[in-house]
């Protein structure tokens, strides 16, 4: 079974340009979410999606970030314009549980290898 | 808030030597403790975890002890191999979340 994959695993741009990450789960996983690390940092969460909604987006930075899974597959993050500071590398992740509200404490979620983003 | 603290890296070690990587944490209530693991290349991978206090996950000759009285998780493995090389983070999971609070990160280097 295919795991999660991201495209591109790395991405150089010039600050003020638009980057669109790609994120396709594992078959079948309801869930997906977006991470980002920061260099040297933790990992830190962006959003949830169950399905094509978005179920948590508290960690999104600003409104320069979008994120969408049109048809509840496939998942992008659009940073535009993109600042110095968005420079980090992005995971995501997918899981098959159900999500909050579903009385499950934990649930495991696959990562993807992530896309190293440079800005510059 | 919830918060991971981990020893900074690099770690660097010979092949067979013992391992220990340090964490902390930081949580209200009793949370659900995990190491995770990145290979080159590759994503993270759940290592281990342990969902409440004296509770020991191990995976791969690794082993943590979920240690209440100290808020620890130290991560171990008694004889590591080149193959061992990669970043690991420590995380925690609060009741009812299921996101990740994770540390920094610690890179291991394993030379032959």
């Known amino acids: 079974e295919a795991g999660v994959t991201q495209f591109p695993s790395h991405s150089v741009i010039e600050k003020g340009q638009t980057v669109t990450l790609r994120c396709d789960p594992i078959?079948?996983?309801?869930?997906l979410y977006w991470y980002r690390r920061v260099m040297g940092k933790e990992i830190k969460f962006l959003l949830h999606?169950?399905?094509?909604?978005?179920?948590?987006e508290s960690g999104m930075p600003n409104n320069r970030f979008l994120a969408e899974r049109t048809g509840g597959t496939y998942s992008t993050l659009k940073v535009q314009p993109a600042e110095l500071e968005d420079s980090g590398v992005y995971f995501c992740?997918?899981?098959?549980?159900?999500?909050?509200?579903?009385?499950?404490?934990?649930?495991?979620?696959?990562f993807g290898p992530g896309t190293r983003l440079t800005v510059l | 808030g919830d918060s991971v603290t981990q020893m900074e890296g690099p770690v660097t070690l010979s092949e067979e030597a013992f391992l220990t990587i340090n964490c902390t944490y930081t949580?209200?209530?009793?949370?659900?403790l995990f190491w995770y693991v990145q290979y080159p290349g590759e994503g993270l991978q759940l290592l281990l975890k342990?969902?409440?206090?004296?509770d020991k996950g191990s995976n791969k000759g690794f082993e943590a002890t979920y240690r209440k009285e100290t808020t620890s998780f130290h991560l171990e493995k008694g004889s590591v191999q080149v193959s061992d090389s990669a970043v690991y983070f420590c995380?925690?999971?609060?009741?009812?979340?299921?996101?990740?609070?994770f540390g920094r990160g610690t890179s291991l280097i394993v030379h032959p």
């Open positions: 992740a997918s899981s098959p549980f159900p999500g909050q509200g579903m009385g499950i404490s934990y649930n495991e979620q696959f």
């Open positions: 078959s079948g996983h309801d869930n």
């Open positions: 999606f169950v399905k094509e909604s978005k179920q948590d």
């Open positions: 949580a209200t209530g009793y949370p659900s």
């Open positions: 342990a969902t409440k206090a004296d």
């Open positions: 995380a925690l999971s609060g009741r009812g979340s299921y996101i990740p609070t």
